[in-house]
C-alpha cells in the first residue's frame, strides 16, 4: 500500500455527473472520497447534503470522507450517518460541545475526524485524542477550491504528527487545500499520510486522474 492515502474532493468535479466522476476516480485509485458540505454560514458557500451523499454511495466502494462545513453540525449528523458516510469530520467552531460531537458521531457507529482551520491550535485536540480517527489540518481557508496552499500549516502538522504518535492509537493526518505534487511533498514530510486534493486530481478530465492521483502519491516516494 502506498505511504500516503489520496481523497479527491469532488467539489472540483463536474456536477452535472456526479456520479459517474466518483466511480471515474475510484477506478483512478482514490483511497478516500472527499466530500465537502457547506451552508452558506459557517463558509461563504453552498454545497451538498445527505441526499446527495446517498445517492453517489451506490458509485464508490471507497469509505466517503465526509468534511462538514456547517454550523451547527449536531443535527445532521445522523442524516450524514445513515447516507453512507464513513468519516464525518467537524470543525470545533461548528458548535459548543466537540467532544459531545465526537461521542455523536462515534455512536453512530462511524469514524469521527476534527478540522482546524489555519488559525486554530492544535491544543484544541488535547483533551479529545482518545476520541479521533482522523485530523484535518486546513492549509486554505476553507469554502472554495482553487486556493494557494499556506505553508505555515506544516508546522501544525508536524506537531500533529508527533501528537498522534504519542497517543499509539491509528489517527489518520490528513491535509486539504492546495495540495499539489510539489506542496504534497512538503505535506508528507511534515507527517502526513492522507491528502484531499481537488484541482490536482480533476484538472484535465477523466483521461488525466489516474496519472494526477499516482503524480500526488510519488510524493511520499
Ligand atoms: C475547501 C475544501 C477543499 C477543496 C480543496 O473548503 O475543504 O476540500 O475542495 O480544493 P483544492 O484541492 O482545489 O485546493
Ligand atoms: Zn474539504
Redesign the pocket.
Known sequence: MSKLLISP?I??ADFAKLGAEVAAITRAGADLI?I?V?DGHF?PNITIGPQVVKALRPHSDRPFDV?L?IAPADPYLQAFAEAGADIISIHPEAGPHLHRSLQTIRNLGKKAGVVLNPSTHESVLDHVMDMVDLILV?S?N??????AFLPSQLGKIETLRKMIDRTGREILLEV????NPQTARDCYNAGADTL?????VFKGGPEHYQANIAALKAAAG
Open positions: 474532493s467539489l472540483s472527499h465537502d457547506m463558509v468534511h462545513m486546513m486554505i476553507p469554502g472554495f477550491g482553487g486556493q486539504d487545500g492546495g495540495v484531499v486534493a481537488g484541482t490536482a
